[in-house]
């Protein structure tokens, strides 16, 4: 059995952020990931950030996440476990089971657990579902950003969000294209600068849409059509409004919901809360769940977005060093400036969904 | 369909490999994810459903929903979203639950 003062699971924004946070307090730190490379979502993002310097405001996900994976891999204090993925965990003595390289069962035992592994993407009810050119948009990103293949060749998007404004674009700049991105609600739900920029290009954006049905090709089985329809203000279908698309590819990017598997397994106390995603853990101010020495960072403690995750992850990080008595010199300062800028990110009307989320977990 | 140019992004070349889906041979890259390889050359039908049939493809693409299982190099249920193109695979079609050796 392995043994470390601080296991973080997940390398994405929040757990490299969790994790370099904790080392540089001084603890020893088991960065165990399931990937071949660090950085989790990031590694697709080819979009720039916003939000503060400190979190890498205006350079590109992907190099946001190079630059952590790169911190961590040469922080002394970090043991990385890539291509390691935890299938476990046993409350009874606190032992992460971990499947390394899909061949060997290691057992992991620490002081302190950050779980961080971040949201799966929601399903949609309509027919014909199931059929094969009907993916995630995240997955769509990661068969194009990052492996370099291209989905199809023409696109109907169902979410009007960041994710399906975003991914909508960069369909766009690697050759695809998009016939249309619908959305059930009235409004548009991203950020204003995302929609515009795929409006500009033609890409008609069209609110108060939902799928009605998708349709194979007799021959290759795979998506060949859609039909969309017009919902009313109570989300009914109007009957009368469907239009038909010819697509290959449609993309679902109706939100996500946080992979908290191992928080159910740890007997966290979980709540459903719509407007973080699905179930999170209930947890203090600093991010510690109702078992204690196990913390939350990022989408899997309230679907959110990847500036406050690395905060979020930042302070988890912090804390759970300062409660093994690691200290730097600098705990309070840092602590204090993390819980300021999450503050300033759930602050107006953006955030205003977030907030209310996050005041039925905090105990 | 592989990217050929992009303007943010350059995918360097990786070492190309041959391997075969249900008999036919195919060309795709070392390392990369098996349903990568099986897009580029226009398998999107990854498996059919047990009881009713249905034709699947992947889903998620980074291993979380299991809608991509396939048989590779005989061994069935594997995430072929994940799961690394090495030379010479053998994959296959999954028709039903598979059998445990």
């Known amino acids: 059995m392995r043994k470390t003062e601080i296991a973080v699971i997940g390398g994405g924004p929040a757990g490299l952020m969790a994790a370099l946070a904790a080392a540089e307090m001084g603890a020893e730190v088991t960065l165990v990931d399931k990937n071949n490379n660090l950085g989790g979502q990031l590694v697709k993002q080819t979009h720039m950030f916003f939000g503060s310097e400190k979190e890498h405001a205006s350079t590109r996900g992907i190099d946001i996440g190079k630059l952590l994976a790169k911190e961590a891999q040469n922080h002394s204090k970090i043991k990385i476990m890539n291509n390691s993925e935890v299938i476990g965990y046993y409350p009874d003595d606190g032992v992460i089971g971990i499947e390394v390289e899909e061949e060997k069962f290691v057992k992991l035992k620490a002081d302190k657990i950050i779980i961080a592994t971040g949201a799966s993407e929601k399903f949609l009810p309509f027919v014909n579902n199931d059929l094969p050119g009907i993916y995630g948009a995240g997955a769509v990103q990661t068969l194009m950003n990052e492996h370099g293949v291209v989905p199809g060749n023409d696109v109907l998007m169902v979410g009007a969000g960041n994710i399906g ?16 991105i619908i959305d ?40 060949e059509r859609a039909s969309i329809w017009k919902v009313d203000q109570n989300w009914q279908p109007i009957p009368g409004t469907e239009k038909v698309l010819k697509v290959d590819v449609l993309c679902i990017s109706v939100g996500l919901s946080p992979l908290a598997e191992l928080l159910w397994q740890a007997g966290c106390n979980m709540k459903y809360v719509p407007q973080l995603g699905g179930h999170v853990p209930t947890r203090t101010n600093d991010l510690e769940t109702s078992v204690t020495g196990i ?21 988890a990080g912090l804390n759970a060093a300062k409660s093994l008595g690691y200290d730097n010199g600098t705990y309070e300062e840092k602590h204090q400036e993390a819980l300021n800028q999450l503050h300033d990110l759930r602050s107006g009307p953006v955030g205003e969904k977030i907030r209310e989320g996050i005041s039925q977990l905090v105990s | 369909m592989r990217i050929e140019q992009h303007p943010i992004l350059t995918f360097e070349k990786k070492k190309e490999v041959e391997f075969t889906f249900d008999g036919k041979k195919m060309k795709g890259y070392e390392g990369e994810p098996i349903a990568s390889a099986l897009h580029a050359n226009g398998v999107m039908v990854l498996s059919y459903s047990k009881n009713s049939h249905r034709a699947r493809g992947f889903y998620c693409a980074i291993g979380n929903c299991s809608s991509c299982l396939m048989t590779v190099n005989g061994e069935p249920n594997v995430r072929v979203c994940t799961e690394k193109l090495r030379e010479g695979m053998v994959v296959e079609t999954q028709r039903d639950r598979g059998d445990l050796k």
Do not use: F
């Open chain 1, 295 to 315: 913390y939350v960072a990022g989408d899997v403690a309230g679907v959110e977005e990847a500036s406050s995750a690395m905060i979020e992850g930042r302070l």
């Open chain 1, 165 to 180: 404004l975003i991914v909508s674009y960069q369909l766009m700049q690697a050759g695809v294209n998009v016939k249309a």
């Open chain 1, 184 to 223: 059930a609600a009235p409004k548009i739900g991203g950020y204003l600068v995302h929609a515009s920029k795929v409006a500009r290009l033609g890409v008609p954006i069209l609110t108060s849409y939902s799928v009605k049905a998708a349709y194979p090709n007799q021959i290759t089985k795979a998506l």
